[in-house]
């Protein structure tokens, strides 16, 4: 063996192996399932989840509703990710605040960005700041415990509301304040909200979509579920439906057998035919309105101005809807606006879409600033860089995709200058405060409040300030 | 029976009753439930083969339990599916996603609920032979079995 080879040989094996530095800005769906490929397929990587709240989950434990207990379940596999010893999670740490993304690219080999989509998007109509309209995502945020959503002042005195949206997050809303209060007590939602939806005075929601069932964007699961909801009767508008039934035949599956459940709900209205019932209450799906102005008397909310609608274009699912001129009045006491979501730029170095993502291809951020090669490669996965469509499964074959391209990149990596990861991170925080809540820190918020929960027969009862958070997990 | 077989055979059955207490009130016709009162007499672990073969070609060849659903094979042989069960069984991920050959397809002997139809509208890479594995309990006549598990993301926008 001649000297040279002798010499690689040993610089081999003495140096240390390169040990990737990965943060993920963001513990949701789209966090751990992008934590858990990369765990799984980078030898000696180092990830660090860096959230902004001091526990984890994101739209699992702010979004999902209470009467789904069993979609959270996926939270035991991100469990298991965090418990990976070459996986972190940071809690109480915000992009944006206490750490900037050029911080961050300096002290990381890779960043990925999964911060989500958290603002909702406004209808931009008359009166729309008036008492008694509301975002549904606050409403989602109020029952689930949402620290900004706790305080919310919901009024369900009246007997009539209206939904303006009809996706899922419409459907759950609407179930929530239709389902018998009993089955609400033995789930996870807050005590705040259980108390004031148990004196709801609500029989009627109208769900109000801009065009018609074909285009709706819940799904069969949600609409089935509500279909069968205890002392609640579904009602549509025959005229709604009128050419569905010809085209149902052509439709994809899923499109088809959704379109196909509202048909069969519909005859079998048409057959039992309207008995009003003081036990019952309705749920009113009604399709082709636009709400052009809220109606206000008193400050308060009292009805909805739309406008009709008619489709033009030629296949269903390109269809626009535009007015035909003629406008309806609906009257009701409360409104949720459940429109979609945008994310919001927290950092000025990124470049957002016309649609409120992050520009991307592939996951890899499309970064026009000619920054030195020192600073980590930027990345996105989940709602941030999809839009805020989908469930789970989605976001999770999401991140997959965006993991497996880092994964690439980090194969390749040129290591020459180690990266300080979250040392380096920590100093910039403290700055800041010193409350960074590790995994031991939610698990000991995780525990109280399981503990808390028993107390009322309840499977949890959430925090819902940031303070009794930080208590607890310092205590 | 080793500690290790209570054990498994324990925390299984705690994942049917778990599954059954969610369920059962929600859906009257739910199939899972079976495998609860078959499983008991079955701790002489009736095994047969069955493979899973992933979307880049990997062949995963297994053993399964005779009374288990493809999910428990897959918790409990450990295998490596990336996010396969998200919800545990509970029908609400549809993460458990595979792909049968026609004549397996056509030789379960429970068809697809309407609440398993309802998930399954859901995923990716929908075929008229998908079913969701948590919802297909392995018996004796399915030794061999071979099923596919598609890719979670969609061609369309990759
Ligand atoms: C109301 C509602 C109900 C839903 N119900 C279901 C359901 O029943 N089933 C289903 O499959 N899907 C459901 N979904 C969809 C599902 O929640 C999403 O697919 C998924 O959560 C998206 O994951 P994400 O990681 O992109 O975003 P998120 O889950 O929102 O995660 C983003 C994370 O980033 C954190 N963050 C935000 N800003 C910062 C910052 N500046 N610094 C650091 N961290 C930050 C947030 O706190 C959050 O933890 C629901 C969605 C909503 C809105
Ligand atoms: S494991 Fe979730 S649907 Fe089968």
């Known amino acids: 063996m001649n000297r040279t080879h002798l010499k690689t040989m040993i610089r081999m094996l003495s140096s240390v192996p390169v040990v990737p530095r990965v943060s993920i800005i963001g513990a949701g769906a789209a966090g751990f399932y992008a934590a858990m490929h990369l765990s799984k397929n980078v030898a000696n990587i180092q990830i660090d989840l860096l959230e902004k709240l001091p526990v984890p989950f994101g739209l699992i434990r702010y979004g999902v509703a209470p009467d789904h207990p069993e979609v959270k379940n996926v939270i035991n596999q991100f469990t298991k990710v965090a418990q990976h010893p070459n996986v972190n999670f940071y809690g109480n740490v915000t992009l944006g605040k206490d750490v900037s993304l050029n911080q961050l690219r300096q002290h990381y080999d890779a960043v990925l960005l999964c911060y989500g989509a958290d603002e909702d998007k406004a209808l931009g109509i008359e009166n729309e700041d008036a008492q008694n309209i509301i975002a549904a995502r606050n409403f989602v945020g109020w029952y689930n415990g949402f620290p900004n959503d706790k305080d919310l002042k919901v009024d369900l005195s009246g007997h009539t509301m209206a939904i303006l949206g009809q996706g899922n997050v419409a459907l759950d809303v609407a179930r929530i304040l239709l389902s018998p209060i009993d089955e609400l007590k033995k789930t996870d939602i807050t005590e705040h909200a259980l108390e004031i939806i148990s004196e709801s005075k609500v029989k009627e929601i109208y769900l109000i979509g801009r065009r018609g069932p074909l285009q709706v964007a819940f799904t069969i699961k949600e609409l089935r579920e509500l279909l069968k909801l205890k002392n609640c009767k579904t009602l549509w508008r025959e005229q709604d439906f009128k050419g569905v039934s010809e085209i149902v035949g052509n439709l994809g599956r899923p499109r088809k057998r959704l379109t196909e459940l509202m048909l069969k709900s519909l005859q079998e209205q048409n057959q039992e035919g309207f008995i009003a019932d003081q036990g019952l209450k309705y749920f009113k799906p009604i399709f082709f309105r636009s709400p052009i102005k809220f109606l206000i008397s008193d400050k308060k909310l009292s009805g909805i101005k739309l406008s009709c609608n008619k489709l033009v274009g030629d296949t269903f699912d390109d269809q626009r809807c535009v007015p035909n001129g003629e406008v309806e009045e609906l009257d009701c006491s409360l409104a949720l606006r459940s429109i979609g979501y945008k994310s919001i730029p927290v950092d000025k170095e990124l470049i957002f879409t016309s649609y409120g993502t992050i520009a991307n291809n592939k996951g890899i951020i499309i970064d026009n600033s000619c920054h030195s090669t020192d600073l980590g490669k930027l990345y996105v996965a989940g709602w941030l860089g999809t839009g805020p469509i989908g469930v789970i499964l989605h976001t999770m074959g999401n991140a997959f995709q965006v993991a497996k391209v880092m994964c690439e990149d980090l194969k390749i990596l040129n290591n020459s200058k180690p990266k300080g990861g979250f040392e380096e991170i920590r100093k910039i925080v403290t700055e800041k405060h010193n409350l960074i809540v590790d995994w031991h820190g939610w698990e000991k918020i995780n525990r109280y409040e399981i503990e808390q929960g028993k107390m009322k027969g309840k499977p949890r009862e959430k925090i819902c300030t940031i303070q009794e958070m930080l208590e607890v997990a310092f205590r | ?158």
Request: with cysteine; net charge negative.
């Open chain 2, 1 to 158: 029976m080793s500690l290790k077989s209570i054990f498994r055979t324990v925390s299984n059955s705690r994942s049917y009753l778990l599954r059954y207490k969610s369920l059962g009130a929600s859906f009257s016709n739910y199939r899972s439930i079976v495998p609860l009162s078959t499983n008991i007499p079955n701790l002489k672990e009736e095994k047969v083969k069955l493979t899973f073969v992933l979307y880049d070609g990997k062949r995963i060849e297994t053993e399964a339990k005779v009374g288990d659903t493809l999910l428990d094979v897959v918790v409990n042989n450990n295998l490596n599916i990336e996010g396969y069960g998200a919800c545990e069984g509970t029908l609400t991920c549809s993460t458990c996603h595979v792909i049968l050959k026609q004549e397996d397809f056509d030789r379960l002997p429970e068809e697809a609920s309407d609440e398993e139809r309802d998930m399954l509208d859901l995923a990716y890479g929908l075929t008229d032979t998908s079913r969701l594995g948590c919802q297909i309990t392995m018996t004796k006549d399915l030794d061999g079995l071979e099923v596919q598990v598609p890719e979670t993301i969609n061609d369309a926008r990759s």
